[in-house]
């Protein structure tokens, strides 16, 4: 009775570990530590291998049979190493080819299994799938690159530009030769321009920089929607001279307030980089319309859009104009620019609680929708 109890619930240990072995996302196998045949493996570790050697075929087979390039890859080595030494081994990553899913990662391990004499007669393997993490990774570091590589060359330009002019005044002034006022106009304006384009392209980086340790705050306080974006034109009509800002208030007179809780400086610079694109992507005397409606059946939300007649968005592209980075195909890649007004735009809006939207037709122009919620004035994020 006694016995058949241990026996019973020696069977029954026995299920439950190779209940647990087949079903663990782990690749689990046992190989000869003289010969490197594979003794068994559970179900993770045969979808690994080729379809040939599914279905336990590769039991009782050399490592040199089942996986293709064990030999290049060190695996190899590795077992020999483990089954001389009795050693553990761990991998960092190893690649491997694999049947329908191209090249994969995993982290493979090796343990020596001894016998009562000490010697290593089985070597008991892992190998876990990494291949998603070290993807995102690949794709982290790509877009690291390409940032450093747009971000570099966009820094670049304005400095030269301001470089450029600074030492025309400056040797000028050595000569003592005066430049008449337009040419000074002109040299002063320019760095001034440029200067302020080159803060705003350091404060972007700022800005991806605290999105990316979560560190982007807004500080709300209530404000004139309206009186705000009124100043916003204002000023952006002085420096694009050459397209035609409108101002139009659906549901609003030009006296009333609109108050929001907003951060005011993120909300200027959300519909001024919206602004500077529909300037940059539309022709020369083109209009570009800055719209805030109020709507009395949607009292708790006010909408901002701009719109301009400019290049417009393809169909494909749209969907991604707002993710880090993106420039749309048809853009013409002199114009200056690497793909992070929109992302942080949208970023900022988010944490208004509000949405940003776009609608466009290529060679027709487009139109940002920007909605900020009204009955918010509580709470500073
Ligand atoms: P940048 O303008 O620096 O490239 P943004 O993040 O501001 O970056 O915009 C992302 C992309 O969206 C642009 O590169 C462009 O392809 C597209 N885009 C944005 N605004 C417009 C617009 N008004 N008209 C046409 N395309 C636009």
Not at 40 to 64: D, K, M, R, Y
Request: glycine share 6%.
């Amino acid at each position: 009775m006694h016995n058949d109890n241990q026996e019973n619930s020696g069977t029954y240990k026995y299920v439950l570990i190779e209940r647990m072995l087949e079903q663990m996302p782990v690749g689990v196998a046992l190989l000869d530590a003289q010969t490197l045949c594979l003794l068994t493996a559970n179900a993770a570790f045969h979808e690994f291998l080729i379809p040939a050697w599914q279905s336990e075929c590769a039991i009782g087979h050399p490592v040199t049979d089942w996986l293709p390039l064990a030999q290049e890859n060190g695996i190899v080595a590795a077992y020999r190493s483990v089954a001389a030494t009795g050693i553990a081994y761990r991998s960092g990553e190893f690649r491997f080819y694999t049947y329908g899913r191209g090249m994969t990662y995993w982290n493979w391990t090796i343990d020596p299994i001894c016998d009562s004499d000490g010697q290593v007669v089985q070597l008991l393997t892992t190998a876990s799938d990494i291949t998603p993490h070290v993807q995102a990774d690949q794709r982290i570091e790509q877009q690291k690159q390409e940032f450093f590589r747009i971000a570099s060359h966009e820094l670049l330009t304005p400095i030269t530009i301001i470089q450029g002019f600074a030492e025309m005044l400056e040797l000028q002034t050595c000569l003592g030769h005066s430049l008449d006022r337009a040419q000074n106009h002109e040299a002063v304006t320019a760095i001034i321009a440029y200067s302020e384009h080159l803060t705003r392209l350091i404060g972007e980086m700022l800005d991806l920089a605290h999105i990316q340790c979560d560190q982007l705050l807004v500080h709300r306080a209530p404000h004139d929607l309206r009186k705000i974006l009124a100043e916003l034109i204002e000023s952006q009509s002085i420096t694009a001279k050459q397209h035609r800002l409108h101002f139009v208030l659906q549901g609003l007179q030009p006296a009333d307030t609109l108050i929001a809780c907003i951060d005011k400086d993120r909300i200027v610079q959300v519909v001024s980089n919206l602004i500077n694109n529909a300037v940059k992507y539309s022709p020369i005397d083109s209009d570009v319309e800055v719209g805030l409606r109020y709507n009395r059946e949607q009292p708790a939300e006010a909408l901002i859009w701009v719109k301009d007649q400019g290049v417009g968005i393809p169909a494909r592209d749209t969907p991604h104009i707002f993710e880090r980075f993106y420039r749309a195909t048809n853009v013409d890649r002199s114009l200056g620019g690497f793909g992070v007004g929109l992302y942080l735009a949208r970023e900022l809006v988010m944490r208004h609680g509000g949405c940003i939207r776009a609608e466009s037709t290529e060679g027709a122009g487009s139109t940002f929708y920007v909605t900020l919620p009204l009955n918010n004035c509580q709470a500073d994020v």
